[in-house]
């Protein structure tokens, strides 16, 4: 089993900055990492992953260049890096993970096993 607990969220205004952190516990050796984002009244969706040995990232196209995910895995945490936030992000972002399966791409959500409780990022206009 692996628990992942997301931290970092709150209120920004228009074009700050915000890091989550997403800190996993448990079987955590091999896993692929995931943030992904609910709107109110919008379905989940993808916005980045990055692979076991971090030399594999993947964004929507919404938050290239804008966001940046990373990991340490000495410390079992993944970051999400938002800078140049838009009111668009907000969101309850969740933190994911699991054991990659090349027939399924990094966005899908059904690549993850394990999800976080998800915290609140709310941008300002």
């Known amino acids: 089993q692996v628990q992942l607990v997301e931290s970092g969220g709150g209120l920004v205004q228009a074009g700050g900055s915000l890091r989550l952190s997403c800190a996993a516990s448990g079987r955590t050796f091999g896993l692929t990492m995931g943030w992904f984002r609910q709107a109110p009244g919008k379905e989940r969706e993808f916005v980045a992953a990055?692979?076991?040995?971090?030399?594999?990232?993947n964004y929507t196209d919404s938050v290239k260049g804008r966001f940046t995910i990373s990991r340490d895995n000495a410390k079992n945490t993944v970051y999400l890096q938002m800078n140049s936030l838009k009111p668009e992000d907000t969101a309850v972002y969740y933190c994911a993970a699991g054991y990659r399966r090349p027939q399924l791409a990094y966005s899908d959500a059904s690549a993850y096993n394990y999800w976080g409780q998800g915290t609140q990022v709310t941008v300002s206009a």
């Open positions: 990055i692979s076991w040995v971090g030399g594999t990232t």
